[in-house]
């Protein structure tokens, strides 16, 4: 099993990034996918998670209208679209699968290794 996060770096305050999240090895549909982010000193937090068919998304406060989580089957992949990103968005963000409507981290089964995004305000 294998959750690959990739399309972090360093980006001014106001700008986009897109993060990508490549699975293998489970059946990709068959679970939810949700993104965590951690700050230095921070706990980890929500972000977003998207369901199976990408039919239903979460998103935390936080992110709501600036965020957008898909996911595309036919590839194994889901996107995290960050627009507007403040200084507070600064954090590694991870991707994970769940079988579950989960926002919890704990009850996320596989997690992927982390990519790094940092706003300068």
């Known amino acids: 099993v294998q959750l690959q996060a990739s399309g972090g770096g360093l980006v001014q305050a106001g700008g986009s990034l897109r993060l990508s999240c490549a699975a293998s090895?489970?059946?990709?549909?068959?679970?939810?996918i949700g993104w965590f982010r951690q700050a230095p000193g921070q706990e980890r937090e929500f972000v977003a998670s998207i369901n199976w068919n990408g039919g239903s998304t979460r998103y935390a406060d936080s992110v709501k209208g600036r965020f957008t989580i898909s996911r595309d089957n036919t590839k194994n992949t889901v996107y995290l679209q960050m627009n507007s990103l403040k200084s507070e968005d600064t954090a590694v963000y991870y991707c994970?699968?769940?079988?579950?409507?989960?926002?919890?981290?704990?009850?996320?089964?596989?997690w992927g290794q982390g990519t790094q995004v940092t706003v300068s305000s």
């Open positions: 994970a699968a769940s079988r579950y409507a989960a926002t919890s981290g704990e009850d996320f089964h596989y």
């Open positions: 090895g489970f059946t990709f549909d068959d679970y939810v």
